[in-house]
């Protein structure tokens, strides 16, 4: 099992959107197996989205981590995964959206009367 990260590009009919948000990334939890000895990939689940030009942006990226640890992580089949798996996880979502954990924090101080608590997820670096 493993993050895969597909480039969309915004088709937007106007441009001003397409513009300001260019290309979207969207992670995904793949499964790989054999079928008939051949390599095949099924889409386990949609994790989730952020737009190219926000990676850029700590706002964004402490939200893009709220939304996964706050609301993906307590579903099916997040919910269902071992620690190792879920290591894994967080694992290839950090290698495209870091957040340390200095930004963390001070994020975390500046939004918590609007989003209130939660913790990230520990993985390895």
Same mark, same amino acid.
């Given at each position: 099992?493993?993050?895969?990260?597909?480039?969309?590009?915004?088709?937007?009919?106007?441009?001003?959107?397409?513009?300001?948000?260019?290309?979207?990334?969207?992670?995904?939890?793949?499964?790989?197996?054999?079928?008939?000895?051949?390599?095949?990939? +099924? =889409? &386990?689940?949609?994790?989730?989205?952020?737009?190219?030009? !926000?990676?850029?942006?700590?706002? /964004?990226?402490?939200?893009? $981590?709220?939304?996964?640890?706050?609301?993906?992580?307590?579903?099916?089949?997040?919910?269902?995964?071992?620690?190792?798996?879920?290591?894994?996880?967080?694992?290839?979502?950090? +290698? =495209? &959206?870091?957040?340390?954990?200095?930004?963390?924090?001070? !994020?975390?101080?500046?939004?918590? /009367?609007?989003?209130?608590? $939660?913790?990230?997820?520990?993985?390895?670096?």
């Amino acid at each position: 099992m493993f993050v895969r990260w597909k480039k969309r590009i915004s088709h937007a009919k106007k441009s001003w959107i397409r513009e300001d948000h260019g290309v979207t990334l969207s992670a995904e939890l793949v499964e790989s197996s054999r079928v008939n000895g051949k390599p095949r990939q +099924k =889409v &386990v689940a949609f994790i989730h989205s952020i737009h190219e030009p !926000e990676l850029k942006s700590l706002t /964004s990226r402490y939200y893009f $981590w709220h939304k996964v640890m706050t609301k993906k992580m307590r579903h099916y089949p997040f919910n269902s995964f071992t620690d190792e798996q879920k290591t894994i996880i967080f694992t290839g979502l950090a +290698k =495209v &959206v870091p957040l340390t954990d200095e930004e963390f924090q001070s !994020e975390q101080e500046r939004t918590r /009367s609007v989003i209130g608590e $939660w913790s990230m997820p520990v993985y390895q670096k």
